[in-house]
């Protein structure tokens, strides 16, 4: 991490998104499922701890078992359930920094400069949200957020409002460029998936060979 970078991720939390109900998994707590021997969970916090000053876990059940991360665990409160944006709402009120990245549970593949992308476009825009955009459509939970725009979003909410891509709209919004780094957005949506993703842990993983290999 350069000393820019370190500056910037001073000032963001990590708002790990885990409260979901995974209707598509039967249910099951995504975060909590096993890629390759270990919670998925525990991936996308070994990427996102090194370029935020904290990480804050999301979560509407098995609190316990996301504390053994070593993370603080929030839940929607009595924004139960109304989708992710409860979920970034209850990251600006919990974050003690200005800014908040929000991530799913979910994407164990995040990048390393993550965090910078989404700043520098900030910056560049002069906008307090920046989305990431894969190169064909927009990632709208992989975002940073000035945390000043929770009370809007908490209106927004209590209107019935829970379309992520209506509020952005509202406030405007930059779009940071992810198109080299698309394994960021693999994710498990459904069983069938997760071999999938488990093959991708296992190169990426993989040791990069020298030329007098």
């Not at 000043?148 to 979003?153: G, P, R, V």
Request: proline content about 4%; hydrophobic content about 40%; charged content about 25%.
């Amino acid at each position: 991490m350069t000393a820019a970078d370190e500056v910037v991720s001073n000032q963001v939390t990590g708002i790990i998104l885990a409260g979901g109900l995974a209707r598509r998994m039967g249910g099951v707590d995504k975060g909590l499922v096993a890629i390759n021997d270990r919670p998925m969970i525990a991936w996308v916090i070994d990427a996102l701890r090194v370029q935020v000053a904290d990480v804050i876990i999301n979560a509407n059940r098995n609190h316990e078992k996301y504390c053994e991360f070593g993370c603080a665990v929030i839940n929607d409160g009595n924004l139960d359930f109304r989708g992710p944006l409860a979920g970034f709402a209850r990251g600006m009120q919990a974050a003690p920094t200005p800014w908040i990245v929000v991530v799913p549970c979910d994407s164990p593949l995040i990048c390393s400069d993550l965090v910078r992308r989404l700043h520098a476009a900030l910056m560049a825009e002069g906008s307090r949200i920046a989305v990431a955009h894969d190169g064909k459509r927009l990632q709208p939970v992989f975002a940073m957020l000035h945390r000043d725009l929770c009370a809007d979003l908490v209106g927004y909410l209590d209107g019935g409002g829970r379309k992520i891509d209506q509020w952005y709209e509202k406030h405007g919004y930059a779009t940071a460029d992810f198109s080299d780094a698309i394994d960021t957005f693999s994710n498990i949506n459904a069983p069938a998936d997760k071999q999938e993703l488990e093959e991708q842990l296992a190169k990426h993983n993989e040791p990069t060979k020298t030329q007098n290999e």
